[in-house]
């Protein structure tokens, strides 16, 4: 079955970056949109970044460009998010995503319902 593995998390004070890793397994990586999200408490999941196919195209919400990097490496079934200039409302547990398709239809998609499977969350923490 697929998998999706985050890791990368932690505790960091604000002006420090982070990057987050998720591994996936149980399809063929490199034919799907992959997406990041983040839930703070008490707050709705919300869309991060994401990434199409191949690479050559990548999304932001607002309140993350210039800060953070989406990338992949097809090779090693792996989706990064560099993280830079954090603060400390970027506090949240963070989800890689991915859709049951690997339609082109997902590419640039930034609603949660339009991703299908996810990984359990890493915790990131950035102190003032």
């Known amino acids: 079955q697929v998998q999706l593995v985050e890791s990368g998390g932690g505790l960091v004070q604000a002006g420090g970056s982070l990057r987050l890793s998720c591994a996936t397994s149980g399809r063929t990586f490199s034919r799907y949109v992959m997406g990041w999200f983040r839930q703070a408490p008490g707050q709705e999941r919300e869309f991060v970044a994401s990434?199409?196919?191949?690479?050559?195209?990548?999304y932001y919400a607002g309140s993350v460009k210039g800060r953070f990097t989406i990338s992949r490496d097809n090779a090693k079934n792996t989706v990064f998010l560099q993280m830079n200039s954090l603060k400390p409302e970027d506090t949240a547990v963070y989800y890689c995503a991915a859709p049951y398709s690997d339609s082109d239809y997902y590419t640039g998609a930034r609603h949660p319902s339009n991703f299908g499977y996810w990984g359990q969350g890493t915790q990131v923490t950035v102190s003032s």
């Open positions: 990434i199409n196919w191949s690479g050559d195209s990548t």
